[in-house]
């Protein structure tokens, strides 16, 4: 289930600098409107009296803490490994996210219920939610069977729901559009050339999920190898 010491230094912090590469644009885009400078950054960042404020919102524990934490327990670290034996890693990666998606189509239930827009396009942003979650979902789950770790899927679970969905849109208008634009392309550029090499399954030790595969087809081993 991904808890264990081994590698969790690397686990901790590779996969959360991976997902960070990937959203570089959005970072530069909140950067460059952000009204704190560097220092003030650091000055909030250490403030106690601020993670005293976050941590009795809990609109901020649901997102950052609650929900990365249980989804992750059930849609990997239990899911994944009843999975993977059954069918490959491959497979499971792409599968699990499914469940993950529709398990995130309550949101229309309470969109209907509080007439918050039409039926169309209530069920539009329902799709585009389940896509996007379904997308994320093969993501984490391709970080927990390649690391063998439940941190890292949390938290770049954590980090993705702070930053939300890219705001494309809104990058095209900036001022600054052609820098933003220059980050989020050279984001993904080095998200995937760094996606294999910082997910090497050498630099977490042994992965027990892999240890399921070992009666399975040699095919099923590339990703834990």
């Known amino acids: ?92 990666i792409f599968t699990c996210p499914l469940f993950f998606g529709i398990a995130h189509f309550h949101h229309v239930i309470e969109q209907l219920r509080f007439r918050q827009g039409t039926i169309v396009n209530i069920f539009l942003s329902a799709a585009f939610q389940f896509s996007y979650t379904a997308v994320f979902g093969a993501y984490t789950a391709f970080i927990f069977i390649r690391t063998g770790h439940f941190i890292g899927p949390v938290l770049c679970h954590s980090f993705c729901n702070y930053i939300g969905f890219p705001a494309i849109f809104t990058a095209l208008d900036h001022p600054q559009r052609t820098t933003i634009l220059f980050f989020y392309i050279l984001g993904v550029v080095l998200f995937f050339l760094m996606l ?30």
């Not at 996969?15 to 220092?39: Q, R």
């Not at 990365?68 to 994944?80: D, K, S």
């Not at 030790?205 to 087809?217: A, F, H, N, R, T």
Request: a negative charge.
């Open 1 to 92: 289930m991904g808890f264990r010491l081994e590698g969790l230094l690397t686990a901790t912090i590779l996969p959360l600098l991976l997902t960070m590469i990937l959203f570089l644009g959005p970072l530069v885009h909140l950067s460059l409107d952000c009204p704190w400078d560097f220092i003030d950054g650091l000055k909030v960042a250490f403030d106690l009296r601020f993670w005293m404020l976050c941590v009795t919102d809990m609109r901020w524990l649901r997102n950052q803490v609650i929900a990365p934490l249980t989804e992750e327990l059930v849609f990997r670290a239990c899911m994944l490994p009843m999975l993977v034996p059954c069918t490959s890693p491959g497979t499971a």
């Open 196 to 225: 294999y090499p910082v997910t090497d399954p050498s630099l977490y030790g042994d992965i027990p999920v892999c240890y399921l595969l070992e009666k399975g087809s040699p095919s099923h081993h590339s990703l834990c190898s």
